[in-house]
């Protein structure tokens, strides 16, 4: 009873539970922190503050102090009766208020607690056992006794009538007892020959979450990185469309300039002619051919000059009239010496006079004028390469920036026609191998293939990360990879991926497989893509191919210790053709 009235000493009065998170009021009443916080809480909204045991009055809400002492006690008390607390299995007896029990007997199917317990060990042949509610599952189903043995040959607890009659008579049999810790020790050395194995599991395990968080680290500097770049080649396109638009700007100041200018002399030009063709207006509108002629500065610039020194034939009416003719004249033909040689003007001479000078001169310069204008049409215009250009350095600036900053150098390759076979063909620029339907005529080389349709690179590479693109025609088998210089020339092993001295990605018909040593293995990806990307890291020992498709696949990656020098290497057949993209 001592283990009940302890437990009553520690439950709250509120909840009637052990108390969680016990604290204090002023009065010294406990409750659990939840209890005491929901009845002020109910209390404040009545205006008035109570202990809900004493009844003792606060004016204010009282302040809640925690009492680490009776937690100790608690948690002290739980841990010295975790079953009880967990299965909450009370003695059968203790009926006025429940007492967590200690032991349970199979023959009485009773719980009982520590003072029941007591009176109860008298009876020695009872079998007492951890609290349970449940005690079908120790009794024989078939005889209602206590399991008290067990049989090893057919793996089964059995009571006392089990054992003298029925099917196990005459069975091997060992107290439960015995069983029990037979099976434990087989089950401690299991579980020493599994120990090692989860630790190495666990280790894995570990491992993998390490790389797990240098790829995320890695991923997370690569995005700051991609960002960055990005960042870089903003600010370099607004540089390079700085550049672009400011040439564009130049050049259109300059034509501008120029047409403004011309376009200046032209208005003048046009302004010259519009007084003289007022005033040659106003000189057809004279009737007094003596006053006509007189105007020596005047120039009929037709065909039509007979028909103005045949005017209207009207005459002078006194020699006022004509003064002032005279007057208003520009002086290109003196008259006063006219008349102090012959006393007479001859209208003749002075037509043919002003008509030879003066139309020479008009014509020419408007002539000159218009040679101007139309030269400035033929070669003055914006330069459209200049700006190209500009933009297109500027540009390949911004991908060589690029690609240095990514570690990558992108190869520009020519094949080396003294190791092609006589079937491929390979173009001027040597950047296409075809396989061809004639033999080649070639020089003999001690460097070409002679077996397989193959051809080599003139370049080689031996360090670095190097990076080339080639297009497929997507006709017959092709196999795009990389060889040493000692791959042999002639004989099965030449074939590109039949030896260890080359890799293939071999591609017809829309399959792919990589070759290597003379192994094989087929790709579950199909190339849609005429276009692949090759990417060659010589230290790390890295060769990848990727399928140049929106998005970028990856299609294969070799791993290996790279020894000498690597050739690209082509092969042809039935038809194929394969281009190094510049």
Known sequence: MASAELRDELNCSFCLSLYTDPVSLRCGHNFCRSCIVS?????????????????????????????????????????????????????????????????TCLHCETSLCDDHLTAHNK???????????????????????????????????????????????????????????????KLRKYLDELNPQKAEIQTR????????????????????NISKIFMDINKQLEMAEKKALSEVSRQEEKIVSQISHLTKKLEIQEDALSRKMRHMEEMCRVTDPIRLLQESDITVCS??????????????????????????????VDVSDTKEQDNTIDPIIVLEKSDEEDACG????????????SDLHETTDLDEVLISLTLHRSLRDIVT?????????????????DTAHRWVKISENLKTATRSEEEQERSKSSERFLTSAQVLSRDVFSSGQRYWEVEWNQIGECGIGLSYPSIERKG????????????????????????HNSIESTLSVKPTCPTLGVFLDYEAGRLSFYELCDPIRHLHTFIASFTEPLHVVFYVYNGASVTIRS
């Open 39 to 103: 009845v002020l809480d109910a209390q404040e909204a009545a205006g008035g503050y109570s202990c809900p045991d004493c009844r003792a009055e606060y004016p204010e809400r009282p302040a809640l102090e925690k009492n680490w002492k009776l937690r100790n006690i608690v948690e002290r008390f739980s841990s010295t009766q975790p079953d009880m607390e967990a299965t909450r299995i009370f003695c059968t007896y203790c009926t006025k208020s429940p007492v967590p029990a200690v032991r």
């Open 123 to 185: 009876a020695l042949d009872h079998i007492l056992t951890e609290p349970t509610g449940s005690f079908g599952y120790k009794k024989c189903s078939l005889h209602k006794k206590v399991l008290e043995y067990y049989c090893p040959q057919d793996a089964a607890c059995l009571c006392v009538s089990c054992c003298l009659v029925g099917e196990h008579r005459g069975h091997q049999v060992e107290l439960l007892d015995e069983a029990s810790e037979k099976k434990k020790k």
């Open 205 to 224: 395990v570990q491992n993998l979450q390490n790389h797990k968080k240098k790829i995320q680290e890695k991923a997370s500097n690569k995005r700051k």
């Open 303 to 332: 065909h039509g000059g007979d028909e103005d020194t045949g005017g209207d034939g009207g005459e002078v009416s006194s020699e006022e009239d004509m003064d002032v003719g005279l007057d208003s004249g520009h002086a290109d």
């Open 362 to 373: 008009s014509q020419s310069m408007i002539v000159q004028e218009d040679s101007s204008v």
């Open 401 to 417: 920036n690029v690609s240095s900053e990514l570690g990558v150098h992108v190869q520009d390759i020519l094949l080396d026609v």
């Open 492 to 515: 099965e092993r030449s074939w590109i991926g039949l030896n260890n001295k080359s890799w293939c990605l071999d591609m017809y018909a829309r399959l792919c497989q990589v070759l």
